[in-house]
């Protein structure tokens, strides 16, 4: 069964850093998404992105934070200068063309810890 | 815009009892999802229902969509360790681009 794919599981980065989250989504979906979960919160949207370009993004998303689809199979999340309240679990969602409401497939995420 | 709230927030059993977990909307919806995260996992989805009345089943695990498209509920039969989790009914936008809008969810912990 196609799934979402991320890399890396895991990324230890230091305050100010720049760091790039990889997804590759499920290969017919055009549709995606970032969603991130601080440690015993609640998942929260960051970004969605069609057609080459950003279609919705939250409060979250400001300009330290950019999206970018590179090639046909690549999404990444990119946090130019990364703080401490950064630290979360960063999940890619992808969803089918026809239907945005429809299922949203979610990768295993990125963990990622700011220092 | 629209607003759904979860109950309860947190639910324990014993394995082999019953749960149920309700989602309740302050206007109608055009369908619900029902998601699962693991301890540790991401979300995983469980179902779609889109028609009033709605009621499917997926081996011990029975949602139904209420008559009136504005609540929805996920109950698990004889609930094994496997369960554990937490279970959420995510607020799609409303817009085209199918953000979902994720609450607490219910907590749902087995004791063996």
């Known amino acids: 069964e196609p799934e979402v794919t991320q890399t890396p599981s895991h990324q230890v980065t230091q305050m100010g850093q720049e760091v790039i989250l990889r997804c590759v989504p499920i290969?017919?979906?055009?549709?995606f998404y970032w969603y991130r979960q601080i440690l015993g919160q609640k998942v929260e949207f960051l970004v969605s992105?069609?057609?080459?370009?950003?279609?919705?993004k939250s409060e979250i998303f400001d300009d330290q934070f950019s999206v970018e689809r590179p090639d046909g199979s690549n999404f990444t999340l990119k946090i130019r200068s990364t703080k401490l309240e950064d630290s979360a679990m960063y999940f890619c969602?992808?969803?089918?063309?026809?239907?945005?409401?429809?299922?949203?497939?979610f990768g295993p995420g990125t963990r990622l810890l700011v220092l | 815009g629209q607003q759904v709230m979860q109950i309860p927030q947190y639910q324990h059993v014993q394995e082999g009892e019953d749960f149920t977990t309700y989602c309740n909307s302050s206007?109608?919806?055009?369908?619900i999802q029902w998601y699962k995260q693991r301890p540790g996992g991401h979300p995983v989805f469980l179902i779609q229902?889109?028609?009033?009345?709605e009621v499917k089943k997926q081996k011990r695990l029975t949602f139904q969509f209420g008559e009136a498209k504005k609540n929805s509920s996920l109950h698990i039969t004889a609930t094994q360790t496997t369960d554990v989790g937490t279970y959420f009914c995510?607020?799609?936008?409303?817009?085209?681009?199918?953000?979902?809008?994720f609450g607490q969810g219910t907590i749902l912990t087995v004791h063996p």
């Open positions: 969602a992808s969803s089918d063309y026809r239907l945005a409401s429809e299922t949203q497939y």
């Open positions: 290969s017919n979906h055009l549709y």
């Open positions: 992105f069609y057609n080459n370009e950003i279609s919705e």
């Open positions: 206007t109608t919806l055009s369908n």
């Open positions: 229902l889109v028609k009033s009345g």
């Open positions: 995510p607020n799609a936008g409303g817009t085209s681009y199918g953000k979902l809008t």
